[in-house]
């Protein structure tokens, strides 16, 4: 089977490998690094990382959809993670959500068609002090309200 | 200004003082950074151990466990490694103090590490940060770096013979890796479910080595105790058996949300929301509290003369958990509020346990359908009943933690849960 | 010996022994959905929770404020285990009832229905009312190759098959994807199982969600007979239980025995029981006749069968999937009958002696794919390498799995035992004999331990015992016994 992943991947794997007693534990930081390279993890990958860890693909698959900040589908090219949890709701956040699915006619967890954005609803951010709030890839934005959102949005090439 | 705000109480968040980034070089100049550290490597592990048990210095991520006892549990001799691994997974909604401390002062938490590393014997830990805080994670790989370079980290630990390597570990979105074993999983290339215990981290924890799990705030709370001592630290606070300063996230309807740091035990829920957080927004009334991440029970306005710390909120049925303080005003609905809650609770167990993973989805149906105006009679003591049935039932804390809004908001609600029932529509809209 | 209190009475343990088997042995059920005694504990399903105490110093008993999962809590010496609480008692019918909100009830047309874990504790534990009145969780089903059907809507997630795949059969195929109340157990998209040892994967799911395709509506399971039986697959002797209804077998479980195969079989083992009715067995006597091989009267194969025996160049072949009776029964036939005749044992390519055997994977299989072949060497019974110049006739005597020699040279052959049509096409006659699902018997493994099998099912067709060929053959002209 030919390589997915890149060189690159597998650099900074080479890095992190000295820091644990053993491979399976580099599975975590292998999803991330790799989700950084391609936005999302389709199945060669994740069998290509389940070789590398030395690990059944299913394996891969189960821990990878087990956390919900691995993409295991396409997403967007802007991927906006509302916080809509308690802090945040009580501040707003339905709001914003209606106000982005009307926007782009889309429910969440859906991408837009231009595939330049996917919306979704996110638990907890841990920015509650500044609710509310969301991401944007890897990115946190607070204090949020429409017009905030759309300011945002409108700076997202 | 409040009085418990007048004292001196900014260790932890000496950054406050100004409001600019913190390098390595204000972290050694203003707050005597690493000080601690050369310190703690002159004395022999056991007497770091009794100097954090003297501090009182109890877990600040919830579960409230004494520091230093936890330590001490670690086996002098081991097979295997041991490690020190810090929860920085910061999950529990309504809590966000953690973040600060790796933002503003990493080296404190690094600092702490390395001293808990030489107590226990360790020469490997881990941060395992919640996967969404990129920048944290980065912020610290920068000066986990920065610690290396100047000798604080790596071989021969500022010439005493210690070695301690660390490394930032990211989790990837789940609150569960919150509970020590599950994070100990994750860590090991797993999904994040918690274990069976015993055995405990203590015995076999991160790759079966002796482990200690400590959150960020309870280690960055380590060189002060070492550098002022343990019974300093232990009379900062202000009610028994608590030690210490506390990070307290306050969110929601109050005028000014944020993490304030306070000494333990130093007020009511009334003066932190009314005096310290500028009161409600709008100067609306006072509906309901969730004193300690959403998992606490929640407490009416006629509850909120307690002291705000572990004991005297245990004492009313609550918890105070991660201190993270939520204020919710008069024209919120509970119902929709506790629907959201228990859907976060659903939507983050992990599907192991039977109680858990059915039980909290079928409370959170429930909820909904209340919500909506299809609710029934029946449904408040079914809800009550299914929460007993998942109430300790669980193989870990999160079956609680979803339990104990329900029951506690069913029982302090009633009426409102009522009128959704009989009007079968909210109230509030 | 340590002692512990078990719902008031004096229980013996031994330190070590997990609770619930320590109070199976006292009599008490302590019901479990998770627990396994093969695989590792995992303290999921809550259905075995207990009430715990141990007496402090005082000599009072401390009960402890919560539950107490009874698969995961070390018996203590002076332990008090309460199993029929109020306390307890409600925290089984609450798990029966959680686990049943998503369960369907389609216990009429399941095939784990009446040796269902799920249905056994609903029914002695469980409710009769449900209170769940929400839509059910429910999930399209991939498929999981050709040894297990799943359905995953009556999963109730107690990871034993995932727990199997990984510790026992040492693949990571079977596993849990998303997480809480999405957790589906699957192979990834559907792949087929990698294992050869697949079919545990049904006998320990404690619900109808991994059953086996080929037994899949095909028969009820209180209909089945058992018989306690041992794998005729290879020399390792598992231990099982062969199923019949109306003298068909429909299927092989493992039967435990922590000495040889613990709690499994392997896949080929299990499904050898269809070749006891596979539709090209020779199951009346034949002769060769003008259009080949063709039914015939008893007395007829046994008149060639004797022509062969008598004819001073007779070889012998015995298949070493023979039982030790019939081993020696033959041994003393054959030394009354053609003391000349050279006697050999065949059974596995490859596998020409004891010495030649050996484990064929990590698990249970072994490298000879007859039953008995330490036990016909323990007879004396020396191994067959090519038929001795001039042996023009052979009497070849198989049961089963003993993989026929090259015959091609030898002018007669005549075969006395278990064949296919395809096999017997040039022999001169077949006397039909039993398979060992059909006969009682002994087979001694590799290593040497002598374990009996029971009949399952009557002789199919118009087979014969051994004893009763060899006493045809012996007497059959002699006027002294009849066909």
Same mark, same amino acid.
């Given at each position: 089977?030919?390589k997915?992943?890149?060189?690159?991947?597998?650099?900074?794997?080479?890095?992190?490998?000295?820091?644990?007693?053993?491979?399976v534990?580099?599975?975590?930081p292998?999803?991330?690094?790799?989700?950084?390279?391609s936005?999302?993890l389709?199945?060669?990958?994740?069998?290509?990382?389940?070789?590398?860890?030395?690990?059944?693909?299913?394996q891969?698959?189960?821990?990878?959809?087990?956390?919900?900040m691995?993409?295991?589908k396409p997403?967007?090219k802007y991927?906006?993670?509302?916080?809509?949890?308690?802090a945040?709701c009580?501040r707003?956040s339905?709001?914003i959500?209606?106000?982005?699915?009307?926007?782009?006619?889309i429910?969440?967890?859906?991408?837009?068609?231009?595939?330049?954005?996917t919306?979704?609803?996110?638990e907890?951010?841990g920015?509650?002090?500044?609710a509310?709030?969301?991401m944007?890839?890897d990115?946190?934005?607070?204090?949020?309200?429409?017009?905030?959102?759309?300011?945002?949005?409108?700076?997202?090439? | 200004?409040?009085?418990?705000?007048?004292?001196?109480?900014?260790?932890?968040?000496?950054?406050?003082?100004?409001?600019?980034?913190r390098?390595?070089?204000?972290?050694?100049?203003?707050m005597?950074?690493?000080?601690?550290?050369?310190k703690?490597?002159?004395?022999?592990?056991?007497?770091?151990?009794?100097?954090?048990k003297?501090?009182?210095?109890r877990?600040?991520?919830?579960?409230?466990?004494?520091?230093?006892m936890?330590?001490?549990?670690?086996?002098?001799?081991?097979?295997?490694?041991k490690?020190v691994?810090?929860?920085?997974?910061?999950?529990?909604?309504?809590?966000?103090k953690?973040?600060d401390?790796?933002?503003?002062?990493?080296?404190?938490?690094?600092e702490?590490m390395?001293?808990?590393?030489h107590?226990?014997?360790?020469k490997?830990?881990?941060?395992y940060?919640?996967?969404?805080?990129?920048?944290?994670?980065?912020?610290l790989?920068?000066?986990?770096?920065?610690?290396?370079?100047?000798?604080?980290?790596g071989?021969?630990?500022?010439?005493?013979?210690h070695?301690?390597?660390?490394?930032?570990?990211?989790?990837?979105?789940?609150?569960?890796?919150?509970?020590?074993?599950?994070?100990?999983?994750?860590?090991?290339?797993?999904r994040?479910?918690?274990?069976?215990?015993?055995?405990f981290?203590a015995?076999?924890?991160?790759?079966?080595g002796?482990?200690?799990?400590?959150?960020?705030?309870?280690?960055?709370?380590?060189?002060?105790?070492v550098n002022?001592?343990?019974?300093?630290?232990?009379?900062l606070?202000k009610?028994?058996?608590?030690?210490?300063?506390?990070?307290?996230?306050?969110?929601?309807?109050?005028?000014k949300?944020?993490?304030?740091?306070?000494?333990?035990?130093?007020?009511?829920?009334?003066?932190?929301?009314?005096?310290?957080?500028?009161?409600?927004?709008?100067?609306?009334?006072?509906?309901?509290?969730?004193?300690?991440?959403?998992?606490?029970?929640?407490l009416t306005?006629d509850?909120i003369?307690?002291?705000?710390?572990?004991?005297?909120?245990?004492?009313i049925?609550?918890?105070?958990?991660?201190?993270?303080?939520?204020?919710?005003?008069?024209?919120?609905?509970?119902?929709?509020l506790?629907?959201?809650?228990?859907?976060?609770?659903?939507?983050?167990?992990?599907?192991?346990?039977?109680?858990?993973?059915e039980?909290?989805?079928?409370?959170?149906?429930?909820?909904?359908?209340?919500?909506?105006?299809?609710?029934?009679?029946?449904?408040?003591?079914?809800?009550?009943?299914?929460?007993?049935?998942i109430?300790?039932?669980?193989?870990?804390a999160?079956?609680d933690?979803?339990?104990?809004?329900?029951?506690?908001?069913?029982?302090?609600?009633?009426?409102?849960?009522?009128?959704?029932?009989?009007?079968?529509?909210?109230?509030n809209v | 010996?340590?002692?512990c209190?078990?719902?008031?009475?004096e229980?013996?343990?031994?330190?070590?022994?997990?609770?619930i088997?320590?109070?199976?042995?006292?009599?008490?059920?302590?019901?479990f959905?998770?627990?396994h005694?093969?695989?590792?504990?995992?303290?999921?399903?809550?259905?075995?929770?207990?009430?715990?105490g141990?007496?402090?110093?005082?000599g009072?008993?401390?009960?402890?404020?919560?539950l107490?999962?009874?698969?995961?809590?070390?018996?203590?010496?002076?332990?008090?285990?309460?199993?029929?609480?109020?306390?307890?008692?409600k925290?089984?019918?609450?798990?029966?009832?959680?686990? +049943?909100?998503n369960h369907p009830?389609d =216990?009429?047309? *399941?095939?784990?229905s009446?040796?269902?874990? /799920? &249905?056994?504790?609903?029914?002695?534990h469980g409710?009769?009312?449900?209170?769940?009145?929400?839509?059910?969780r429910?999930?399209?089903?991939?498929?999981m190759?050709?040894?297990?059907?799943?359905?995953?809507?009556?999963?109730?997630?107690?990871?034993?098959?995932?727990?199997?795949?990984?510790?026992v059969?040492?693949?990571?195929?079977m596993?849990?994807?998303?997480?809480?109340?999405?957790?589906?157990?699957?192979?990834?998209?559907?792949?087929?199982?990698?294992?050869?040892y697949?079919?545990?994967?049904?006998?320990?799911?404690?619900?109808?969600?991994?059953?086996?395709?080929?037994?899949?509506?095909?028969?009820?399971?209180?209909? +089945?007979?058992k018989a306690e039986?041992? =794998?005729?697959? *290879?020399?390792k002797?598992?231990?099982?239980? /062969? &199923?019949?209804?109306?003298n068909v077998?429909?299927?092989?479980?493992?039967?435990?025995?922590?000495?040889?195969?613990?709690?499994?079989?392997c896949d080929?083992?299990?499904?050898h029981?269809?070749?006891?009715?596979d539709?090209?067995?020779?199951?009346?006597?034949?002769?060769?006749?003008?259009?080949?091989?063709?039914?015939a009267?008893?007395?007829d194969?046994?008149?060639?069968?004797?022509?062969?025996?008598?004819?001073?160049?007779v070889?012998?072949?015995?298949g070493?999937?023979?039982?030790?009776?019939?081993a020696?029964?033959?041994k003393?036939?054959?030394a009354k009958?053609a003391?000349?005749?050279?006697?050999?044992h065949f059974g596995?390519?490859g596998?020409?002696?004891?010495?030649d055997?050996?484990?064929?994977d990590?698990l249970?299989?072994?490298?000879?794919?007859?039953?008995?072949?330490h036990?016909l060497?323990?007879?004396?019974?020396?191994?067959?390498?090519?038929l001795?110049?001039?042996?023009?006739?052979?009497?070849?005597f198989?049961?089963?799995?003993?993989?026929l020699p090259?015959?091609?040279?030898?002018?007669?052959?005549v075969?006395?035992?278990?064949?296919?049509?395809?096999?017997?096409?040039?022999?001169?006659?077949v006397?039909?004999?039993?398979?060992?699902?059909?006969?009682?018997?002994t087979?001694?493994?590799?290593?040497?331990?002598?374990q009996k099998?029971?009949?399952?099912?009557?002789?199919?067709?118009?087979?014969?015992?051994?004893?009763?060929?060899l006493?045809?053959?012996?007497?059959?002209?002699?006027g002294?016994g009849?066909?």
């Amino acid at each position: 089977m030919s390589k997915v992943l890149s060189q690159k991947f597998y650099d900074e794997m080479k890095k992190l490998e000295p820091r644990y007693p053993n491979k399976v534990a580099l599975l975590l930081p292998a999803l991330h690094q790799a989700q950084e390279e391609s936005g999302w993890l389709p199945p060669e990958v994740l069998e290509e990382i389940g070789a590398y860890v030395g690990i059944h693909p299913a394996q891969v698959r189960e821990v990878a959809s087990f956390y919900t900040m691995y993409n295991l589908k396409p997403v967007g090219k802007y991927h906006l993670k509302v916080c809509t949890n308690v802090a945040c709701c009580l501040r707003g956040s339905d709001e914003i959500v209606e106000h982005l699915e009307k926007k782009w006619d889309i429910a969440c967890g859906e991408t837009t068609s231009d595939r330049k954005f996917t919306l979704m609803e996110e638990e907890c951010l841990g920015a509650c002090g500044t609710a509310p709030a969301m991401m944007v890839n890897d990115d946190y934005y607070e204090n949020l309200d429409i017009p905030a959102i759309e300011k945002i949005i409108a700076g997202l090439a | 200004m409040h009085p418990a705000l007048q004292a001196e109480t900014l260790y932890i968040q000496h950054f406050r003082k100004k409001d600019e980034a913190r390098p390595l070089s204000y972290y050694l100049e203003q707050m005597q950074g690493y000080t601690a550290l050369g310190k703690a490597l002159k004395m022999a592990p056991d007497a770091v151990i009794d100097e954090v048990k003297k501090s009182n210095l109890r877990g600040r991520g919830g579960a409230g466990f004494p520091t230093g006892m936890k330590w001490g549990f670690i086996p002098k001799q081991s097979p295997k490694p041991k490690y020190v691994v810090c929860n920085a997974d910061e999950s529990e909604p309504g809590t966000f103090k953690d973040r600060d401390i790796m933002r503003y002062t990493p080296h404190l938490l690094i600092e702490g590490m390395i001293i808990a590393g030489h107590a226990i014997g360790s020469k490997i830990g881990y941060i395992y940060i919640r996967g969404e805080y990129t920048r944290e994670a980065k912020l610290l790989d920068q000066a986990i770096a920065e610690a290396y370079s100047k000798g604080y980290l790596g071989k021969n630990i500022l010439g005493s013979g210690h070695d301690f390597d660390l490394t930032v570990h990211r989790g990837a979105g789940a609150y569960i890796c919150g509970e020590e074993t599950a994070l100990l999983n994750s860590l090991e290339g797993k999904r994040g479910e918690p274990r069976v215990k015993p055995p405990f981290p203590a015995q076999a924890g991160a790759f079966s080595g002796p482990t200690v799990v400590n959150n960020v705030e309870t280690l960055a709370n380590v060189p002060f105790i070492v550098n002022r001592g343990g019974e300093w630290f232990s009379s900062l606070g202000k009610v028994e058996r608590s030690g210490g300063t506390r990070l307290i996230s306050v969110s929601g309807h109050v005028k000014k949300p944020g993490v304030y740091e306070l000494p333990a035990g130093a007020v009511t829920i009334r003066e932190l929301i009314y005096d310290i957080c500028g009161g409600i927004t709008d100067d609306k009334k006072l509906k309901a509290v969730i004193p300690g991440g959403s998992s606490a029970p929640v407490l009416t306005p006629d509850e909120i003369d307690v002291v705000y710390d572990i004991e005297p909120l245990m004492k009313i049925g609550t918890m105070m958990g991660s201190a993270a303080l939520m204020v919710v005003s008069e024209d919120y609905c509970a119902v929709k509020l506790i629907k959201r809650i228990t859907k976060f609770y659903a939507h983050e167990s992990c599907g192991q346990c039977t109680p858990c993973r059915e039980g909290c989805k079928w409370m959170e149906d429930i909820l909904h359908r209340i919500e909506d105006g299809h609710g029934r009679e029946q449904d408040l003591a079914l809800l009550l009943d299914i929460a007993d049935n998942i109430n300790g039932k669980t193989l870990c804390a999160l079956g609680d933690a979803a339990a104990g809004p329900v029951s506690s908001f069913v029982r302090k609600f009633k009426g409102e849960f009522e009128a959704h029932i009989r009007g079968k529509k909210c109230p509030n809209v | 010996m340590s002692k512990c209190v078990i719902d008031g009475r004096e229980v013996n343990f031994t330190p070590g022994q997990n609770m619930i088997e320590v109070a199976k042995q006292a009599g008490v059920e302590i019901p479990f959905f998770c627990y396994h005694p093969g695989l590792t504990i995992v303290a999921q399903c809550r259905m075995c929770a207990v009430e715990v105490g141990m007496p402090g110093k005082d000599g009072n008993v401390q009960m402890m404020p919560k539950l107490q999962t009874a698969c995961s809590t070390a018996v203590a010496e002076g332990m008090v285990i309460k199993t029929k609480t109020e306390k307890v008692l409600k925290n089984q019918k609450s798990v029966m009832e959680f686990l +049943l909100i998503n369960h369907p009830l389609d =216990c009429p047309i *399941c095939d784990k229905s009446g040796e269902c874990d /799920l &249905q056994d504790n609903s029914y002695k534990h469980g409710d009769a009312y449900m209170r769940y009145t929400e839509e059910r969780r429910t999930y399209v089903d991939l498929d999981m190759g050709p040894v297990i059907k799943k359905n995953m809507n009556r999963c109730i997630h107690c990871t034993r098959c995932i727990r199997f795949g990984a510790e026992v059969a040492g693949v990571r195929e079977m596993v849990a994807i998303q997480r809480g109340n999405n957790t589906e157990i699957t192979t990834i998209d559907g792949r087929a199982l990698e294992t050869d040892y697949a079919g545990n994967y049904a006998d320990i799911c404690p619900t109808g969600s991994l059953t086996l395709k080929g037994f899949r509506f095909r028969k009820r399971a209180w209909f +089945l007979k058992k018989a306690e039986s041992v =794998c005729e697959g *290879c020399s390792k002797g598992c231990n099982i239980e /062969l &199923q019949q209804d109306a003298n068909v077998v429909y299927r092989t479980l493992p039967r435990t025995n922590l000495e040889v195969n613990k709690h499994w079989i392997c896949d080929e083992g299990r499904f050898h029981f269809e070749t006891i009715h596979d539709a090209d067995r020779v199951l009346s006597p034949a002769v060769q006749g003008a259009t080949g091989l063709d039914m015939a009267a008893w007395t007829d194969a046994v008149a060639k069968a004797q022509g062969a025996l008598k004819s001073g160049k007779v070889t012998v072949l015995v298949g070493s999937d023979l039982s030790q009776e019939e081993a020696q029964d033959l041994k003393a036939f054959l030394a009354k009958q053609a003391p000349q005749a050279p006697v050999f044992h065949f059974g596995t390519p490859g596998v020409k002696t004891a010495s030649d055997d050996a484990a064929a994977d990590a698990l249970l299989k072994r490298k000879s794919k007859t039953a008995n072949l330490h036990g016909l060497e323990k007879l004396g019974y020396k191994p067959f390498d090519s038929l001795p110049a001039g042996a023009e006739q052979v009497l070849v005597f198989r049961a089963g799995r003993a993989v026929l020699p090259d015959l091609s040279k030898a002018k007669t052959v005549v075969g006395v035992g278990v064949f296919l049509k395809q096999e017997a096409q040039a022999f001169q006659a077949v006397l039909p004999g039993l398979t060992w699902a059909e006969k009682s018997g002994t087979f001694v493994n590799h290593d040497g331990r002598e374990q009996k099998f029971q009949r399952s099912i009557l002789p199919q067709g118009q087979s014969k015992a051994l004893s009763e060929s060899l006493m045809l053959l012996a007497n059959q002209g002699t006027g002294t016994g009849a066909a």
